[in-house]
Every structure is written in C-alpha cells, then in structure tokens.
T-cell receptor, first 115, second 114 residues
C-alpha cells in the first residue's frame, strides 16, 4: 500500500515566522511531488511541485526534496494570516499504464498563522 | 492552468436516487480524475477517465455505483447511483497538465444525501 504521511496539526505560528510542513512517502519509485493549499470549503490549489533533490523556491514558498530519506517539505517564509489553511502533500505513483498513474494524497496539515 | 467548472455546485438528494455531476474544462486534456473528499478527510481517488477508453476505478469503487462518461477531451460526468447517506461528500474533478503529472482541481460538488 503506497502511503503519504503528514502531521495533521494544527501547526500554529505567529505572523512573520517561518512555517515548516513535512511529508514522508513510502514509494521509492515516486518522481513527482506536490503541495496543495486548501482553504475551508474550497478545492485544493496547487502551489508548488518539485521533481529533483534539493530546494525549489517560488516567492515565499520553498519546497525541499530528499529522495534518499523519502521526505518532502514546504517552508513558508514571512507567514501571513491568509496562509492559514490545510496543506496537502501529494506524490505521483507511476502505474503500469498511463491509465494507472495517479496522485496519492496525505491527510493534510492544518496551519494557523496568528497575528 | 485550465479553467475547470463543475455542475451542480451542491445538491441535496434523497437516498435511493442518482445524481450526475458534470465537469467541463476550457481546453483539451487527456487525463481527468474524479475524487471524493469526505468531511475532515483527505482526497480519495475514485477513478481515472481518459477519453476513448473505459474509466479505471480504484479499489473500493465500482462502475455500477459510480459510472463515468468521457465523451470528449473537455468534458466528463460522474454519476453517484442508488445513493445512501454514506455518499454524502464533496466530489471533485481534476485534470492533468504539464509534463510532471500536475493536477488542477475544479471547485467541487457538495452532495448531501438524506
């Protein structure tokens, strides 16, 4: 059973701090990793994706990937109350055919940024 | 990314009835997916729908309960058949774009079965 694990939180950080969200996965063959943000009552929104070991930065967001440790993280710098949401980690599972490629989602980490 | 719409946005249905959810994309896409998200839970993949082939269902989901159509590259439907209160959930469609399996989601359909 391919799995993606996240701490459910809530993770509470003060405004302006760095929020660090973590995710581990079980399938060593996974090559693509994604972070989605989901506000309450809304659908998931893709905010970052990463394919190679190391860091990838986009504005206040940095995704970090360590395939040897099967670990992916998301850093949010200068956290704002508007960043308060659930963050879902997703990992691509490559199937035998294109019809069986799919994303496996973690249960999500709820982030709370307080003023 | 593609603009995705879903109809209806929400519905309240009686047990034993069926509801068809539509997903429309503003560009042609090969891979479309249907997910379920129950209250407070993460996303569970129901099936993958490719144009021109039968949908591929995940373990625990069957075609008789969740028939899917994919008549062209911009449209798909998911039917929730013979509904029970356990089917109350948010149903989401997504499309795959880009070279690295990125998926983008529609706004979702909130279904309540009474």
């Amino acid at each position: 059973q391919k799995e993606v694990e996240q701490n459910s939180g809530p993770l509470s950080v003060p405004e302006g701090a760095i929020a660090s969200l973590n995710c581990t996965y079980s399938d060593r063959g996974s090559q693509s990793f994604f972070w989605y943000r989901q506000y309450s009552g809304k659908s998931p929104e893709l905010i970052m994706f990463i394919y190679s070991n190391g860091d990838k930065e986009d504005g206040r967001f940095t995704a970090q990937l360590n395939k040897a440790s099967q670990y992916v993280s998301l850093l949010i710098r200068d956290s704002q109350p508007s960043d308060s949401a659930t963050y879902l980690c997703a990992v691509n599972i490559v199937g035998a055919t294109s019809n069986t490629d799919k994303l496996i989602f973690g249960t999500g980490t709820r982030l709370q940024v307080f003023p | 990314s593609a603009v995705i719409s879903q109809k209806p946005s929400r519905d309240i249905c009686q047990r034993g009835t069926s509801l068809t959810i539509q997903c429309q994309v503003d560009s042609q896409v090969t891979m479309m997916f249907w997910y379920r998200q129950q209250p407070g839970q993460s996303l569970t993949l129901i099936a993958t729908a490719n144009q021109g082939s039968e949908a591929t269902y995940e373990s625990g989901f069957v075609i008789d309960k969740f028939p899917i159509s994919r008549p062209n590259l911009t449209f798909s439907t998911l039917t929730v058949s013979n509904m029970s209160p356990e089917d109350s959930s948010i149903y989401l469609c997504s499309v795959e774009e880009g070279s690295g399996y990125e998926q983008y989601f529609g706004p979702g359909t909130r279904l309540t079965v009474t």
